[in-house]
């Protein structure tokens, strides 16, 4: 996949271990791109700052600040609040009159709540009338 083009809406969401992917696909973003970018990680001390474009929010997801969906864990399981998020900016950024054109890329390959995110936002994309492939970090 080539990055953005200019004035392409961007989403982009990983793991701590995708800080380095993330990092090179912001760098190769445009100033004019726009978007979203989500990153799990483990602990508040893992967050740091990244090379967003002006119009790229960059979301933080410390996922021992989160509970989880699944009740003898006290924190969020690996991938499960990055998977929430990216369903949640498919179901309100996919819309048939949305812009067509968007470069989605998602790391923590390692989860299943991951894989049922990109499966819902590949059906989201599908039903908008959007014809984006879904990149993963594996």
Partial sequence: MSDARPGERVMLAGAVEDLAEI????????????????VEVALAEQVRILPAPPRVTVTWLVRTERPSAVPPLCFADHGEALAAAVIGWATEWCRPDSEPHTTIWIG???????????AAVQLELSDAGQQV???SGE
């Fill in 23 to 38: 990092h090179r696909r912001l760098v190769g973003l445009s100033d004019a791109a726009y978007g979203q970018v989500f």
């Fill in 108 to 118: 923590c390959s390692d989860s299943v709540w991951i894989d049922q995110a990109r």
């Fill in 133 to 135: 492939q879904v990149e």
